[in-house]
């Protein structure tokens, strides 16, 4: 067997034999060779045990001499430098060949391996984490340290014999162990968080990418509601008018009498007709435009997905310092006022300004919107209440002859741009009708399902019924003090706080109505519980040192927020407090959801309070704009609805966000 | 410490309870498995002596070497050593041959190179010789029957 001759002839088989398990013709001569030479070598001597033969030993290890030149070795194994047995499976095993497809790494990524180094392999890391795993790797390490303690309380004094030294010996290399196996899995736990850390990565990806997707849908399901709405409306029209033209066939006779008549009934009903007529309820006649729906068919969701605190919108809604809002859903409707007497409404979905509700002739203090409904109390002691479904207004943005500016660029608007001003007589058909009866500014008002309770700075109270449209009860707040004084000295009594600030502090500063309970804080710090039926005040909740200026209660508790910069959580069955908090300035307005309460407190931030997780944290531009070199306005308003806020400033700025 | 096991590791397989416990770690991390705690069960399941387990194991290994990159180079090894124990010696020498190009001084690779030709010699000369075995007492045999046959015409 020259093997020399061997190398020469095939200089390029390795890469010849890499590249497929062909069977080069060289290769079976030589294998035809070796064949023959083994085979005669083993069969010649037919003993009966052939590993105790010399002649097979030396044959073999001759054979293996040989074959452990890898040159030689690949020219004869040179059918995919493997064994039978594995090419037989490889080929007739089902399993195996399942197996080894799931096992399979593909060619492009063996080419593809980077050389970035490792502190420590795979294994290094098995081997670390291996003995924590395992039962007894917990015996070991526990008796390792056990054998540490031994060493510090008894120093035995090392007397130099060779085991002691042995023994030593042997502790410090076990200890040496131990240490590198620290630093391994030290090196382990790092990468694993490196590894997390990217996943993470990956997958806020991932929702970044499903986020835009969900605001598209949401895009579009509004427009499509909006539409659906259309729809409605003109297939009621049409229904009418199929009624109509059938009365009309029925009646033709009398036709003229019915017309004078209706005219008659028409011209007459102005004057007599019953306020709560003209509010259109589920079951009443249907108006014969319903531009927009009562409720929204489909809730939107997608602020609920932002980070906390993250800026929805931001837009300039007036010129000057605004002084109430409000707004019906999260992506609905908002209506603000400010101190330039006007009061505005918005499509917080689109950010664009609906309207102008011109009828107050001085500014509007407190408003409120329930459904379509608006109520606003101005400090010309005048409640007006309007009818937002009847606004012009179509959300795709065609009727302001501006379709260059869409969704996307109304997205990132400027809050400094001047607002795109509605059409003129947009809202003309909103105000339903005028409560006149307070002597003075109305300061706060609450209405719901019929009852509407003004609070002026005349200090009273009013409650109106909506479907009558008169007031129905006067509430006297100094008459209840003084009564309250009388019966039981001390307590109850008006007292006048000691604050500047009290001469500026509205009278009623808030107040919230359900059924006949009503809840209502005033300049002297009080809140007091009225209950409608009997217009006594049946409780007085004492605690704040400053005038109440904001309000809100659910079943269990009642929260207000004073100028005493204190917001106070009250139990409502007992009265007493429940929990209390305070911040740096005063409170100017307060509300809260199921989760937070939100409050401006003189800062150019919301501050919020997480009721869920008892965490305080601050929300809105101040946060955002303090590394930018801006100091945004301080916010005075504040409103917010399943976690979806809207905060208005001092400079009109409106601001929503997530929280 | 040796930053890569040598062949004889792979032979030495662990207790039931010690490969269940592994197993336990990778299935409560679910889908979001780490690269450590998979190779774990991995090496485990190919320390094993049945060969379905060191099937699954290679499969893992497979699935690491795709999903991190930056363990490729040393998962070559482990496949190879993995399918070096099934038996897959194209495989093995496939994937060793390319790690000893990138790392001609791994000790660890070079005796698994060794090993695999020590194998392949090994148990293709046993094919070889049984199969010539084979044909020479089939050779004898129809010899014999044909000359009794021969005789008895």
């Given at each position: 067997?020259?093997?020399?001759?061997?190398?020469?002839?095939?200089?390029d088989l390795?890469?010849?034999?890499?590249?497929?398990?062909?069977i080069?013709?060289?290769?079976?001569e030589a294998f035809g060779?070796?064949?023959?030479?083994?085979?005669?070598h083993?069969?010649?001597?037919?003993?009966?045990?052939?590993?105790?033969n010399?002649t097979y030993?030396?044959?073999?290890?001759?054979?293996?001499?040989?074959l452990?030149?890898?040159?030689?070795?690949?020219?004869?194994?040179?059918?995919?430098?493997?064994?039978?047995?594995?090419m037989v499976?490889?080929r007739?095993?089902?399993?195996?060949?399942?197996?080894?497809a799931?096992?399979?790494?593909?060619d492009?990524?063996?080419q593809?391996?980077?050389?970035g180094?490792?502190t420590?392999s795979?294994?290094?890391?098995f081997?670390?984490?291996?003995?924590?795993?395992?039962?007894e790797?917990?015996k070991?390490?526990?008796r390792v340290?056990r054998g540490r303690?031994?060493l510090?309380e008894g120093?035995?004094?090392?007397?130099?014999?060779p085991?002691s030294l042995?023994?030593?010996?042997?502790?410090?290399?076990?200890?040496?162990?131990?240490l590198?196996?620290l630093?391994?899995?030290?090196?382990m736990?790092?990468s694993e968080?490196?590894?997390?850390d990217?996943?993470?990565?990956?997958?806020?990806g991932m929702?970044?990418?499903?986020?835009?997707?969900?605001?598209?849908?949401?895009?579009?399901?509004?427009?499509?509601?909006?539409d659906?709405?259309e729809?409605e409306g003109?297939?009621e029209e049409?229904?009418?008018?199929?009624v109509?033209a059938?009365?009309?066939?029925?009646r033709?006779?009398?036709?003229?009498e019915?017309?004078?008549?209706?005219?008659?009934?028409?011209?007459?009903g102005?004057?007599?007709?019953?306020?709560y007529?003209?509010?259109?309820?589920?079951?009443s006649?249907?108006?014969?435009?319903?531009?927009?729906?009562i409720?929204?068919?489909s809730?939107?969701?997608?602020?609920?997905?932002?980070?906390?605190?993250?800026?929805?919108?931001s837009?300039?809604?007036?010129?000057d310092?605004i002084?109430?809002?409000?707004?019906?859903?999260?992506?609905?409707l908002?209506?603000?006022a400010a101190m330039?007497?006007?009061?505005r409404?918005?499509d917080?979905?689109?950010?664009?300004c609906?309207g102008?509700?011109?009828?107050?002739?001085?500014?509007v203090?407190t408003l409120q919107?329930?459904?379509?409904f608006?109520?606003t109390g101005?400090?010309?002691a005048?409640?007006?209440?309007?009818?937002l479904?009847?606004a012009?207004y179509d959300?795709?943005?065609s009727?302001?002859?501006?379709?260059?500016?869409?969704?996307?660029?109304?997205?990132?608007?400027?809050?400094?741009?001047?607002?795109?001003?509605?059409?003129a007589?947009?809202?003309a058909?909103?105000?339903?009708?005028?409560?006149?009866?307070?002597?003075?500014?109305?300061?706060?008002?609450?209405?719901?399902?019929?009852?509407?309770?003004s609070?002026?700075a005349?200090?009273?109270?009013?409650q109106?019924?909506l479907?009558?449209?008169?007031c129905?009860?006067?509430?006297?707040?100094?008459?209840?003090?003084?009564?309250a004084?009388a019966?039981?000295?001390?307590?109850g009594?008006w007292?006048?706080?000691?604050?500047?600030a009290?001469?500026?502090?509205?009278?009623v500063?808030?107040l919230?109505?359900f059924?006949?309970a009503?809840a209502?804080?005033?300049?002297?710090?009080?809140?007091?519980?009225?209950d409608?039926?009997?217009?006594q005040?049946?409780?007085s909740?004492?605690?704040?040192?400053?005038?109440?200026t904001?309000l809100?209660?659910?079943?269990?508790?009642l929260?207000?927020?004073?100028?005493?910069?204190?917001?106070r959580?009250?139990?409502?069955?007992t009265?007493s407090?429940?929990?209390?908090?305070a911040?740096?300035?005063?409170?100017?307005?307060?509300m809260?959801?199921?989760?937070?309460?939100v409050?401006a407190?003189?800062?150019d931030?919301v501050?919020?309070?997480?009721?869920?997780?008892?965490r305080?944290?601050d929300?809105?531009?101040?946060?955002a704009?303090?590394?930018?070199?801006?100091?945004?306005a301080?916010?005075?308003?504040?409103?917010?609805r399943?976690?979806?806020l809207?905060?208005g400033?001092?400079?009109?700025i409106?601001?929503i966000?997530?929280? | 410490?040796a930053?890569?096991p040598?062949?004889?590791?792979?032979e030495?397989p662990l207790a039931?309870a010690?490969l269940a416990v592994?197993?336990?770690?990778?299935e409560s991390?679910?889908?979001?498995?780490?690269v450590q705690?998979k190779?774990?069960?991995?090496w485990?399941l190919v320390?094993?002596?049945?060969?379905?387990?060191?099937?699954?194991?290679?499969?893992l290994?497979?699935e690491?070497?795709r999903v991190s990159?930056?363990?490729?180079?040393?998962?070559?090894?482990?496949?190879?050593?993995?399918?070096?124990?099934?038996?897959?010696?194209a495989e093995?020498r496939?994937?060793?041959?390319?790690?000893?190009?990138?790392?001609?001084?791994?000790l660890q690779?070079?005796?698994?190179?060794s090993?695999?030709?020590?194998?392949?010699?090994k148990?293709?000369?046993?094919?070889v010789?049984?199969?010539?075995?084979?044909?020479?007492?089939?050779g004898?045999?129809?010899?014999?029957?044909l000359?009794?046959?021969g005789?008895?015409?």
């Amino acid at each position: 067997m020259d093997d020399s001759g061997h190398d020469n002839d095939f200089p390029d088989l390795s890469s010849f034999d890499d590249e497929s398990s062909v069977i080069s013709t060289r290769g079976l001569e030589a294998f035809g060779r070796k064949v023959t030479t083994t085979a005669s070598h083993l069969m010649a001597p037919r003993t009966s045990d052939p590993a105790s033969n010399p002649t097979y030993q030396t044959a073999m290890t001759e054979v293996h001499r040989q074959l452990r030149r890898p040159g030689l070795q690949r020219s004869v194994f040179s059918m995919a430098r493997t064994t039978p047995t594995d090419m037989v499976r490889s080929r007739l095993s089902t399993k195996e060949i399942h197996s080894r497809a799931l096992a399979y790494v593909p060619d492009e990524l063996l080419q593809n391996i980077p050389d970035g180094e490792q502190t420590y392999s795979l294994f290094q890391g098995f081997q670390a984490s291996f003995p924590e795993l395992t039962e007894e790797g917990k015996k070991h390490r526990r008796r390792v340290s056990r054998g540490r303690k031994l060493l510090d309380e008894g120093p035995t004094v090392p007397d130099g014999s060779p085991k002691s030294l042995q023994k030593l010996k042997k502790e410090k290399a076990s200890m040496m162990h131990e240490l590198e196996m620290l630093g391994i899995r030290k090196n382990m736990a790092s990468s694993e968080i490196r590894e997390i850390d990217a996943k993470i990565e990956n997958l806020a990806g991932m929702r970044g990418i499903l986020l835009e997707r969900l605001a598209n849908l949401e895009q579009d399901e509004a427009l499509l509601e909006h539409d659906i709405v259309e729809v409605e409306g003109r297939l009621e029209e049409a229904l009418e008018l199929a009624v109509e033209a059938e009365s009309v066939a029925l009646r033709t006779p009398t036709k003229s009498e019915d017309d004078a008549a209706s005219e008659k009934g028409d011209a007459q009903g102005f004057m007599s007709q019953s306020v709560y007529e003209k509010l259109p309820s589920a079951n009443s006649t249907p108006s014969k435009k319903k531009p927009r729906s009562i409720r929204r068919k489909s809730m939107p969701i997608l602020h609920e997905h932002f980070q906390p605190g993250t800026m929805i919108r931001s837009m300039r809604a007036h010129q000057d310092n605004i002084t109430a809002l409000d707004f019906d859903a999260p992506f609905g409707l908002m209506v603000s006022a400010a101190m330039d007497d006007s009061v505005r409404v918005w499509d917080l979905n689109a950010g664009r300004c609906i309207g102008v509700l011109e009828g107050h002739t001085a500014s509007v203090r407190t408003l409120q919107v329930e459904d379509n409904f608006l109520a606003t109390g101005s400090m010309d002691a005048t409640i007006r209440l309007w009818d937002l479904s009847k606004a012009h207004y179509d959300p795709q943005g065609s009727q302001f002859g501006k379709e260059e500016d869409d969704e996307d660029a109304i997205a990132f608007e400027n809050p400094d741009d001047q607002p795109v001003d509605p059409p003129a007589g947009s809202m003309a058909d909103c105000p339903l009708f005028t409560l006149q009866a307070h002597l003075d500014e109305i300061t706060a008002l609450h209405f719901r399902d019929n009852v509407l309770v003004s609070g002026s700075a005349d200090k009273t109270l009013r409650q109106w019924d909506l479907e009558k449209g008169r007031c129905v009860q006067t509430l006297d707040v100094m008459w209840a003090a003084a009564q309250a004084s009388a019966l039981s000295a001390g307590e109850g009594t008006w007292r006048q706080t000691t604050r500047a600030a009290d001469m500026s502090a509205d009278f009623v500063g808030a107040l919230q109505v359900f059924e006949s309970a009503l809840a209502c804080g005033t300049a002297d710090g009080m809140v007091r519980l009225w209950d409608l039926r009997s217009g006594q005040v049946s409780r007085s909740l004492v605690g704040h040192t400053g005038p109440v200026t904001c309000l809100q209660f659910d079943d269990v508790h009642l929260v207000t927020g004073s100028l005493d910069r204190s917001v106070r959580i009250w139990d409502l069955r007992t009265g007493s407090i429940y929990d209390a908090y305070a911040y740096d300035n005063p409170i100017t307005s307060m509300m809260f959801d199921t989760r937070r309460i939100v409050c401006a407190a003189g800062e150019d931030v919301v501050k919020v309070y997480d009721k869920v997780e008892g965490r305080h944290w601050d929300c809105g531009a101040g946060i955002a704009e303090a590394d930018q070199g801006k100091t945004p306005a301080v916010v005075e308003r504040v409103r917010v609805r399943d976690g979806y806020l809207v905060e208005g400033r001092r400079d009109g700025i409106v601001g929503i966000w997530t929280c | 410490m040796a930053q890569l096991p040598y062949a004889i590791d792979a032979e030495t397989p662990l207790a039931p309870a010690e490969l269940a416990v592994l197993r336990a770690q990778y299935e409560s991390e679910g889908d979001m498995v780490g690269v450590q705690t998979k190779f774990n069960y991995a090496w485990g399941l190919v320390k094993s002596n049945a060969r379905h387990e060191q099937h699954l194991g290679v499969m893992l290994l497979a699935e690491i070497f795709r999903v991190s990159l930056e363990r490729r180079r040393e998962c070559l090894y482990y496949l190879a050593l993995g399918n070096y124990k099934l038996g897959n010696y194209a495989e093995a020498r496939k994937y060793n041959d390319l790690l000893l190009d990138k790392e001609p001084g791994n000790l660890q690779a070079a005796n698994l190179r060794s090993l695999i030709d020590d194998k392949v010699a090994k148990e293709g000369l046993m094919g070889v010789a049984i199969v010539s075995g084979v044909a020479v007492v089939a050779g004898i045999v129809g010899g014999v029957l044909l000359r009794n046959l021969g005789r008895k015409r």
